[in-house]
């Protein structure tokens, strides 16, 4: 983290652009509750990115406190952490943009997750999303956070976060004014795949509606879609190795992992050799078990939208009283006039 002495702060965010899956969840949230007595703790619904793609305005709006309930409902404590959603703080805009003039063309033109989504169709993507890993610089060193709990597909956006803090500190020769943030990936359930294609990750704006375990989907619905989940005729191998050719297997495998604190090696000691008949019962109980109850909880709060709306008004509030300053000194640094 180069010669920076501030405080250890963590900035994480999802996206309102639909429902909250078991990616989302052992890619991130998990993550944020077990950070969240460690650190200071700044949880984002990220709404500005959501828009770099079409969303329907009443939808969004549900999505929001979708996502915020989620992130309750798993445990985390408002009380600690500032639960809010991005555009209810005005610095995030205003630091995307010098962003803006930091990054360069050829950094972006290396993004991979720019290049998958809009596959052919470059012409008709918005600006937004070609500058999205901009903003989420910008999300993260507006606080100046030093971690940052992420998936692994969020990898080279935190590299590019990294390098953007790095040239403003050189630029405007300002010394370790930003940190250089530390993604924080490792760990079971960095990537998630999706139940129907075991090459492409779990996300929510994938059509088919069995890809994902939603955590709003209900115990029978959890069930169905675990025993649904693609597979192939032979058992489960013995060994990890033999997991190589069998991405769907071995998605199965690192879930069940993931979610019951084992190794896919001890997993697979308990269920090598067995074939998907014994399997996919036992690891859709273990989804159930661990996933019904959030969904439960979920569903309580989504039914009190006001409690939602304090929620994020409170989180908004003190994230501004972080970003401001910072802000407010970077533009010192940039040189406009107060
Ligand atoms: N499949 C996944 N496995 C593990 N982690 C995942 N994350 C997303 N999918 C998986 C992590 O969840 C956090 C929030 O992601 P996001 O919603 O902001 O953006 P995303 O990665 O683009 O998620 P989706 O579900 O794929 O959304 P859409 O379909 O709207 O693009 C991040 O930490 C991410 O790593």
């Known amino acids: 983290m180069s010669g920076y002495q501030g405080p250890m702060r963590v900035l994480s965010g999802i996206q309102p652009s639909g429902g909250m899956h078991l990616g989302n969840y052992l890619g991130a949230i998990r993550k944020f509750v077990d950070l969240q007595n460690e650190y200071d703790c700044h949880f984002c619904v990220v709404d ?4 770099t793609v079409w969303q329907d305005p009443v939808k969004l709006r549900a999505q ?3 996502i915020a309930a989620s992130y309750l409902a798993a445990g985390v404590d408002p009380k ?3 639960i809010f959603h991005q555009s209810a703080v005005r ?10 003039c930091v990054a360069r063309l050829g950094w972006l033109d290396r993004m991979t997750q720019f290049k998958d989504k809009v596959g052919k169709d470059k012409e008709r993507a918005s600006v937004g999303l070609y500058t999205y890993p901009v903003l989420q610089a910008a999300d993260i060193l507006v606080y100046k956070a030093t971690h940052v709990p992420v998936g692994e597909d969020q990898k080279q956006h935190l590299e590019l976060s990294r390098d953007i803090a790095a040239k403003f500190n050189h630029d405007f020769k300002a010394e370790d004014f930003f940190p250089l943030p530390e993604p924080l990936i490792k760990g079971p359930g960095a990537r998630i795949m999706s ?4 090459t492409v990750k779990m996300s929510k704006s994938d059509p088919s509606q069995n890809a994902c375990v939603f955590l709003s989907d209900d115990k ?7 025993k649904k989940a693609k597979t192939d005729a032979e058992p489960l191998p013995d060994k990890v190795e033999g997991l190589a050719d069998r991405p769907e297997v071995a998605n199965l495998v690192g879930i069940y992992a993931a979610l019951s604190g084992k190794s896919d090696t001890e997993v697979l000691s308990s269920f090598g050799g067995q074939g998907f008949g014994a399997f996919k019962p036992a690891l859709a109980d273990l989804v159930v078990e661990k996933i019904a109850p959030i969904g439960d909880e979920l569903r309580r709060l989504e039914a009190d939208p006001g409690f939602l709306q304090q929620v ?10 972080t970003a401001d300053p910072i802000v407010k000194q970077v533009k ?5 006039v107060a």
């Open 312 to 321: 994020l008004t409170d989180g908004a509030e003190r994230a501004a009283a």
């Open 64 to 66: 929001t406190f979708h």
């Open 91 to 100: 610095a995030h805009a205003e630091l995307a943009w010098i962003f803006n």
């Open 332 to 336: 010192e640094i940039v040189g406009f």
């Open 220 to 226: 029978d619905t959890i069930a169905r879609k675990i």
């Open 48 to 51: 500005m990115h959501a828009i």
């Open 80 to 82: 600690g952490a500032a």
């Open 195 to 198: 139940l129907r294609d075991g």
